[in-house]
């Protein structure tokens, strides 16, 4: 799940997160949700061990309301693995963004 920069929090699944983190962000390749928001932080990763079942708990997500989006957030424990890769997802300043 990744949190806009207007708050908005966006779901979608991949097997690659690295790469489709630099789609989302640069806007090449991206999801078309981006091409109105940019992307802030990346706020929630769960793993699956096939694309049925991420497909399945993508749909349940998409279907929460913002709240219970809002809590799986706040209650987010990574483990080890999730840390270290997302540690190299830091979100680096676009120098084309004016702030």
Not at 65 to 74: M, N, R
Not at 75 to 87: G, R
Request: overall charge positive.
């Amino acid at each position: 799940m990744i949190r806009t920069k207007d708050g908005q929090l966006y779901t979608g699944i991949t097997t690659d997160i690295q790469r489709r983190w630099q789609e989302h962000s640069s806007g090449k390749g991206g999801a078309r949700y981006f091409r109105a928001r940019k992307p802030e932080s990346l706020c929630l990763i769960e793993q699956y061990p096939d694309r049925s079942s991420a497909s399945k708990r993508e749909a349940e997500i998409k279907k929460m309301p913002k709240i219970t989006k809002e809590a799986l957030v706040l209650n987010y424990q990574p483990n080890l693995e999730v840390l270290s890769l997302t540690e190299s997802l830091l979100i680096e300043p676009n120098p084309y963004d004016k702030a």
